[in-house]
């Protein structure tokens, strides 16, 4: 009778790791390949291997030193930077108000941001061009850090609302009965709490505007002022059918790493700052 | 020194009112106390006189001034809360100087200086430097004091300040507020607990409230000597009033009769009452025995001396006549 | 005690006292939502008028400013012929469109559904305790955290016809006997994309669904385990009841993802009818076919399509969203 539990067990135990083997290695592989790929040239590309077996820093090369990668890199830094930087600026005051004070039509307001953060960008394109053209900032950066608000500041002012609703009441009577002002409150008392959750939704907005690609393909027509994600789709060879996957696997492995990286110390902020934007209770 | 008068005053959460009309004046320097079961509106009443909670209707005077829509800020208030409610970020020293950095004419030497004179008040200098969560939860509650104090407030307000404590702390801590209340002398306090014991070892007056109206209001001895209504005579003295009604009150002329544990002897023979004894405890100093005799709660009689009772046992106890408090059948004392 | 909020509700008997302290509260809070609600009148709200004024007029790219008011012939419009046959033309008559449309929808039930089913399993797995799950939290980020065109062109380059390493594994574990040009043949163009999609997406679903899943207490299933009940009759009765209303959420979020999706398809199957959806199909008539009113039209549909899905699943879902009053 034991022996058979035993053995039940060690079937049960091997199937539950042999899932969690399947589950790692599919999310792995994928980028693991690109890697592998970024490293090999010339005609070791188009052998086919599943365990490195040679290195060449060729394509790296390729990318950083021609063209116009590099600008594009700065580029994304700096939109996604000034983007985000924006939207906290905006949502922290903002949803101190839809957090902490009551009034006529609150819910619904909240709803409208959640609506907008979710909207199907390609409904406003057009609106959009014309207006990005009207305004000159066109085939500039500018154009993508104002288009880039329609889903950064919904979502900070939503996830930000989410974390200011969980911070004590108390704590802000105490300071109101010491004669503070909503701006002391939120500058003095609630921001250095917040500090956690403001780094964490300042990142998930910086992913996603760093992997924007719609607006950036739109509203930028030359290779200087492109974006990465960009840069990426539209490298293309000297001809038509040659296509450099030898560079656009070392651009995508430089594009990838830091997000990667930031992700993976950053996980357990993460996970709750995307539970916070997406489901409470 | 403040005096606070309450006129006619309402507060309705959307279509629930919870404080139906309060008329109360808490003197200058008093140590006022609020007290009821949970849901009565006491804490209510409390942030309506800090003006945290906006009054629906009514006025509300300090000394003698219209304050209905006055800023918390600028009514000389503090406030100490259940939760300690301290600035997280903050050293003891910032927390307690985060008020007086923020209103105008205080040079850093004058807050230094009352800051370290509060704390010194409440033996808590030596923890100036650190965070609120490198304190225990009774020195936690020191400096929301202190913090208080700081302030230099005319009015003190206290939101069940002692409910996060342990029974030890309890009993220390309400020690120190009272020691508080007599070197603050000519500082009004409000005070809003739930537990009788702390309103009858502090307050000046206690105020029982019931169901967003006052019940009573009196000092505690008053309350506790001639309660108004079954309500306050139940809530008030430990252990509880005992009640008797039926046939047996009647020949007191009274619907329910009310007489306190301690104010019933046991007589050896015969005596007004008879009962059957169901439990009894030694406490030491005195004790209780717990008499069934077919009232809704067993009839609680409290002994000097330790005794020697045991269940089953059948005893006769009689009423100190002048002991006996008799209500009619809507809870209000009989004359 | 009864309440937790600073501020009253505003239904109130007279005479109302608007407090100094209150008003100070509402003034701010005014002051604070202003600039937010300005930028996303200017960045979604004035836009999305534009947009559909311009469906209705017969702007072009080169032309935008004299654009000239023409009703509703982007959508539709009809010529008789001579012989009395009606011709109907526009948008609603296009059958291209009601291909990218269902192609959309299509896409969008499809990869939910696996994404769900599968974010559901990894959500177990991470929910079980063993040793290593810290690794595997890590490695279901990784998915997430690749930009979708990088994601595209990896897999693209996975999946090429001569050298993809995907027809090479199939090759030799024999599920495969010919290579197959996944993203180019049109029966196979879109079970590529659903493929690099769930990959994709999978992780967020999960991460949402474990959210739900942690918030269960731990006492019901060792009440449920004292009493004998099946872990798989736990799952049905417990895990599933319990986790719907974290699931039903994290599917809109997704499905609402799904139905605009454009990158990966641009980038992973371009020119290819088998896949193109409503998104890819606008933009291409505004910016690339120099039919911009026409694509307007489309982007209008879109949002419509959207909308009404959307009002459609909260209504039969009834999703409750935690937008309410605290």
Request: with cysteine.
């Amino acid at each position: 009778m034991g022996a058979t539990f035993d053995l039940w067990k060690l079937t049960k135990w091997t199937l539950f790791y042999l899932l969690v083997a399947v589950i790692v290695v599919v999310s792995v592989f994928p980028f693991y390949y690109a890697i592998l790929t970024s490293f090999k040239s010339g005609t070791d590309l188009f052998r086919i291997n599943y365990w490195p077996d040679s290195f060449s820093l060729n394509n790296y090369y390729n990318v950083l030193n021609s063209g116009s990668f590099p600008r594009n890199l700065l580029n994304s830094v700096f939109v996604s930077a000034v983007t985000v930087l924006l939207a906290l600026f905006l949502a922290v005051t903002a949803s101190f108000a839809l957090s902490r004070v009551r009034f006529r039509g609150r819910g619904l307001l909240l709803l409208t941001i959640l609506g907008v953060s979710m909207f199907p960008q390609m409904a406003v394109l057009a609106g959009l061009f014309e207006l990005i053209r009207f305004l000159g900032i066109y085939n500039t950066p500018w154009a993508l850090i104002f288009s880039y608000t329609i889903f950064t500041l919904p979502f900070t002012v939503w996830v930000l609302t989410t974390f200011m609703r969980e911070l004590p009441v108390e704590i802000e009577e105490a300071a109101i009965v010491d004669g503070a002002t909503p701006w002391v409150i939120i500058t003095r008392v609630f921001l250095p709490l917040m500090w956690p959750a403001l780094v964490t939704t300042g990142l998930l907005a910086f992913i996603g505007a760093w992997n924007e690609f719609l607006f950036a393909l739109t509203f930028t027509s030359n290779n200087d002022t492109r974006t990465v994600p960009v840069a990426i789709a539209l490298l293309s060879g000297n001809t038509q059918y040659e296509i450099p996957w030898g560079n656009i696997m070392a651009a995508s492995v430089i594009v990838t790493v830091p997000l990667v990286v930031l992700v993976l110390i950053f996980q357990r902020k993460i996970v709750s700052g995307l539970t916070a934007g997406g489901v409470k209770g | 020194m403040a005096s606070i008068e309450l006129r006619n005053i309402r507060k309705s959460f959307g279509a629930v009112e919870v404080i139906k009309g309060v008329d109360l004046e808490v003197r200058s320097g008093e140590f006022m106390v609020f007290v009821g079961p949970s849901g009565c509106g006491k804490s209510t009443l409390l942030r309506l006189i800090s003006g945290l909670e906006d009054i629906t209707s009514g006025d509300m005077l300090f000394d003698g001034k219209v304050v209905n829509a006055l800023a918390p800020s600028k009514r000389g208030i503090a406030m100490v809360f259940q939760s300690y409610a301290l600035y997280p970020h903050m050293t003891v020293y910032d927390n307690m100087a985060f008020g007086l950095t923020l209103e105008k004419g205080h040079d850093k030497a004058e807050i230094r200086q009352r800051v370290e004179k509060a704390a010194d008040m409440l033996q808590i200098r030596q923890y100036l430097d650190r965070l609120p969560k490198q304190l225990s939860g009774g020195q936690r509650q020191r400096v929301a004091i202190g913090r208080a104090i700081t302030r230099d407030p005319k009015v003190f307000l206290f939101d069940e300040p002692l409910s996060n404590l342990d029974a030890a702390l309890r009993v220390a801590t309400r020690i120190e507020i009272a020691k508080l209340h007599e070197n603050m002398h000519n500082v009004t306090m409000i005070y809003v607990t739930h537990d009788q014991v702390e309103a009858m070892t502090l307050a000046d007056r206690i105020c029982v409230l019931r169901d967003g109206h006052i019940e009573q209001v009196g000092t505690p001895m008053e309350l506790y000597e001639k309660p108004n209504s079954t309500f306050v005579a139940g809530f008030i003295g430990s252990p509880k009033m005992n009640f008797i009604g039926g046939e047996r009150a009647e020949k007191f002329g009274a619907k329910t009769v009310g007489i306190r544990g301690e104010h019933l002897t046991i007589t050896p023979n015969e005596g007004t009452w008879s009962g059957t004894v169901i439990h009894t405890e030694n406490l030491g100093a005195d004790s209780y025995v717990y008499l069934e005799m077919g009232t809704e709660e067993p009839v609680v009689v409290r002994l000097d001396e330790a005794n020697s009772y045991k269940s089953g046992d059948t005893v006769h106890i009689s009423p100190m006549a002048d002991k006996i408090h008799r209500f009619d059948a809507a809870g209000k004392p009989v004359n | 005690m009864a309440t937790d909020t600073l501020a009253p509700s505003a239904a109130v008997t007279a005479p109302k006292i608007k407090s100094e302290l209150m008003q100070q509260r509402a003034r701010a809070a005014r002051i604070f939502l202003v600039p937010m609600l300005i930028a996303l009148a200017v960045v979604a709200g004035w836009p999305l008028i534009r947009s559909i004024y311009f469906s209705f007029t017969d702007a072009s790219l080169s032309n935008l400013d004299g654009a000239q008011w023409i009703g509703f012939g982007n959508y539709l419009r009809w010529t008789t012929l001579d012989s009395g046959a009606v011709r109907y033309r526009g948008l609603l008559a296009d059958p291209a469109w009601w291909n990218a449309v269902w192609n959309t929808v299509r896409f969008a039930f499809i990869s939910v559904s696996f994404e769900a089913v599968l974010g559901m399993i990894v959500a177990l797995v991470l929910n079980a305790e063993f040793r290593g799950r810290g690794l595997v939290r890590a490695a279901i980020l990784i998915p997430w955290a690749i930009p979708t065109i990088v994601s595209a062109r990896m897999w693209s380059w996975m999946l090429n016809d001569q050298f993809g390493i995907l027809n090479d594994l199939g090759m030799r574990l024999g599920l495969l006997s010919q290579k197959v040009a996944w993203t180019a043949t049109a029966d196979t163009a879109m079970t590529a994309v659903l493929v690099v999609d769930i990959w994709k997406t999978t992780p967020f679903m999960a991460l949402l669904i474990l959210a739900g899943l942690q918030m269960i207490p731990k006492d019901i299933y060792e009440a449920a385990e004292i009493d004998g009940v099946h872990p798989i009759k736990q799952f049905w009765k417990i895990t599933l009841p319990l986790v719907r209303p974290a699931l039903m959420v994290a599917i809109i979020f997704r499905l609402l993802d799904a139905l605009r999706i454009f990158d990966l398809i641009y980038v992973l199957t371009p020119n290819s009818s088998a896949t193109k959806t409503m998104s890819v199909m606008a933009r291409e008539n505004l910016f690339d076919f120099d039919k911009f009113s026409y694509g307007s039209a489309m982007s209008t549909m879109l949002f419509l399509i959207i909308a009404l899905l959307t009002i459609l699943y909260i209504w039969l879902g009834q999703v409750r969203f935690d937008g309410g009053d605290r």
